[in-house]
T-cell receptor
Framework: DAGVIQSPRHEVTEMGQEVTLRCKPISGHDYLFWYRQTMMRGLELLIYFNNNVPIDDSGMPEDRFSAKMPNASFSTLKIQPSEPRDSAVYFC????????????FGPGTRLLVL | AQSVTQLGSHVSVSEGALVLLRCNYSSSVPPYLFWYVQYPNQGLQLLLKYTSAATLVKGINGFEAEFKKSETSFHLTKPSAHMSDAAEYFCAVSTKAAGNKLTFGGGTRVLVKP
């Protein structure tokens, strides 16, 4: 299996621009998670899906952030408009209940907003 | 609610010395406990997990952890540090009641001195 795939791996954009991060979970996993990692706040869960349905989005910082999962093999996290404080590494992870909550992480997208 | 506390944000060990990373958790129901490792510029990789079977759990790269309910602890150890163990280590807790949701500690960065 290819593991969790994220794209792009690096993104540099200017403040005010729209940013879209993409994730392909491991085939057969029905949970998908989006995390943000910063030096100041550590690892934060932003939102997670079960069977393509958002279950908990309480970690989404603002209305500028949105996430979708149109099908079992694809999810996006969008920031519009982006701000410098959104600079972070964004991770996607997937899991299955049969794995007893083990989450498998993608390599992350390093976002820099200038 | 569940939470995790990792004592010490940085640990420095000599090559060949014991590695001990401390993790204490809080959970009102039986937890699942995890240790993840993050190498520079990479995603998180599962080291080991406790899921209510044996209390002494062996993981990859010679690491092990012991679940102690009376102490609400899940400390990670390795008898002999190797230079390749330099990384950041995260303890995490989940429960069935939390719906597959992981709560991470703040992380401990390990430096290995030659």
């Amino acid at each position: 299996d290819a593991g969790v795939i994220q794209s792009p791996r690096h993104e540099v954009t200017e403040m005010g621009q729209e940013v879209t991060l993409r994730c392909k979970p491991i085939s057969g996993h029905d949970y998908l998670f989006w995390y943000r990692q910063t030096m100041m706040r550590g690892l934060e869960l932003l939102i997670y899906f079960n069977n393509n349905v958002p279950i908990d989005d309480s970690g989404m910082p603002e209305d500028r952030f949105s996430a979708k999962m149109p099908n079992a093999s694809f999810s996006t996290l969008k920031i519009q408009p982006s701000e410098p404080r959104d600079s972070a590494v964004y991770f996607c992870a997937s899991s299955s209940p049969t794995l007893q909550e083990t989450q498998y992480f993608g390599p992350g997208t390093r976002l820099l907003v200038l | 609610a569940q939470s995790v506390t990792q004592l010490g944000s940085h640990v420095s060990v000599s090559e060949g010395a014991l590695v001990l990373l401390r993790c204490n958790y809080s959970s009102s129901v039986p937890p699942y406990l995890f240790w993840y490792v993050q190498y520079p510029n990479q995603g998180l990789q599962l080291l080991l997990k406790y899921t209510s079977a044996a209390t002494l759990v062996k993981g990859i790269n010679g690491f092990e952890a012991e679940f102690k309910k009376s102490e609400t602890s899940f400390h990670l150890t390795k008898p002999s540090a190797h230079m390749s163990d330099a990384a950041e280590y995260f303890c995490a807790v989940s429960t069935k009641a939390a719906g597959n949701k992981l709560t991470f500690g703040g992380g401990t960065r390990v430096l290995v001195k030659p």
